[in-house]
């Protein structure tokens, strides 16, 4: 008798097809894709292509990751010229919780009013009764 897939298995699998078609799509639509984008002058969003009768449609979102180091020197900058930071920088502080946990109870203690704790989401596994 066959085992049924596990969820997670079928998760990944589902992944890689998606990671092949993705692909395929790419190798035969690739060219009308960006010149649509070139002709929109678009880098990110939304665009069309039409091929027969189907219309593909290709959205790339904008991911912007910022320096950390760089925005530091120039928070620096910000202050030693009398400028508000909090104005031009969103400031976020934080500590790994490995970390955290490494610290004399001591330093523990200081931060702990600051600390919030909050349930990730969660993950499930089916697996069958046989291999409880």
């Avoid at 890689?16 to 002709?39: M, W």
């Avoid at 880098?43 to 990751?65: I, N, P, Q, S, Y």
């Avoid at 530091?72 to 919780?97: H, L």
Wanted: proline share 4%; hydrophobic share 35%.
């Amino acid at each position: 008798m066959r085992r049924p897939l596990q969820l997670e298995q079928a998760g990944d699998w589902l992944k890689q097809v998606k990671v092949r078609f993705d692909a395929a799509l790419e190798q035969t639509c690739g060219d009308r894709i960006r010149t649509a984008r070139s002709d929109g002058g678009k880098d990110f969003g939304v665009v069309h292509v039409a091929d027969g009768e189907v219309r593909l449609t290709v959205d790339v979102f904008k991911r912007v990751t910022w320096d950390q180091a760089q925005l530091a020197t120039i928070a620096k900058r910000i202050d030693a010229a009398g400028e508000s930071v909090e104005e031009c920088i969103d400031i976020a502080y934080s500590i790994s919780e490995s970390r955290f946990q490494n610290w004399p109870s001591t330093l523990r203690t200081q931060f702990e009013a600051a600390r919030t704790v909050k349930p990730g989401k969660p993950t499930y596994r089916l697996t069958p009764s046989e291999e409880v």
